[in-house]
């Protein structure tokens, strides 16, 4: 699994498997799946991941200090 988060754009990537890009579709308010040619998902951009507290929960969950 790959995870990587742009500061600059407060986009959080969760990577599932190596692949290409065939489709992104957008799953609700700030989630879009990347998508191969067969509809696996190849990975989870979280938008607004800060803004939104998605990387605080994410941090709390693994208990690690901010």
Known sequence: MKVWYDEESDILYLG?????SHEVVEAGPDIMLE???DGKILGIELWNAKKN??????????????
């Open 35 to 37: 998508l191969d040619e």
């Open 53 to 66: 507290g998605i990387i605080e929960r994410i941090l709390h969950a693994v208990k690690q200090p901010l």
């Open 16 to 20: 599932f498997k190596k692949g290409v």
